[in-house]
């Protein structure tokens, strides 16, 4: 079946860890986006990129990192530089000139 | 800026007492139109992509329709199985984010047996 994973499913990190989130997709969508979630709040944007090697930063990139070396793969390095990482982190994909997305399960992360 | 507003922000039903719920958008040139449901600690699901004003589109139970301002998700005789947030989201021809989403804070639903 096609469709997106994240792993790990729940996260836990340290003050000053970096940490990274996986995101893999066989739906051969070329655009993959990252977003956040917290209560009460909208999906927002932090990262996404449209083609292989080339990623364009969203509304809330700050200590946030990505790579896309890989047409299937997405994955997003919270650094220790993002201030209030806890949050529910979701991954998104779809076809370039097409605008739904469709989500993986996402991934919890938590600071200790 | 785009902007989307859900209304209400949780709205408890009995069994079988339809409803609607609200998307109101302001946009620089609507591209299209999008509603989501999603279960409590999972990701979005899917549910309807409108593009023009008019537009209606149905699955099951429920009935998404648009106009220029808003669109309507409507929930005909709903189960308990009904329950979720229901996300709003809107993509606009303006701006150099080709492909971005705005989305709403969502409407809580119940459904109560």
């Known amino acids: 079946d096609g469709g997106i994973t994240q792993s790990p499913k729940y996260l836990f990190r340290k003050e000053g860890q970096n940490v990274t989130l996986s995101c893999e997709q066989n739906?051969?969508?070329?655009?993959m986006y990252w977003y956040r979630q917290d209560p009460g709040q909208g999906l927002r944007l932090i990262y996404y990129s449209q083609i292989v090697n080339d990623f364009q930063k969203g509304d809330i990139a700050e200590g946030y990192s990505v790579s896309r070396e890989k047409k299937e793969s997405f994955p997003l390095t919270v650094t220790s530089a993002q201030k209030n990482p806890t949050a529910f982190y979701l991954c998104?994909?779809?076809?370039?000139?097409?605008?739904?997305?469709?989500f993986g399960p996402g991934t919890r992360l938590t600071v200790l | 800026e785009d902007q989307v507003t859900q209304s209400p922000e949780a709205l408890r039903l009995q069994e079988g007492e339809s409803s609607s719920l609200n998307c109101s958008y302001t946009?620089?040139?609507?591209?299209?139109l999008f509603w989501y449901r999603q279960d409590p600690g999972k990701g979005p699901e899917f549910l309807f992509t409108?593009?023009?004003a008019g537009e209606e589109k149905e699955k099951e139970r429920l009935k998404a329709t648009l106009t220029k301002k808003e669109s309507f998700l409507h929930i005909t005789a709903p189960k308990p199985e009904d329950s979720a947030t229901y996300l709003c989201a809107v993509s606009s021809a303006g701006g150099t984010s080709y492909g971005k989403l705005t989305f709403g804070q969502g409407t809580i639903l119940t459904v109560h047996p």
């Open positions: 946009v620089s040139g609507l591209r299209g």
């Open positions: 409108l593009y023009s």
């Open positions: 998104a994909s779809s076809l370039v000139g097409r605008d739904t997305q469709y």
């Open positions: 739906l051969n969508h070329d655009a």
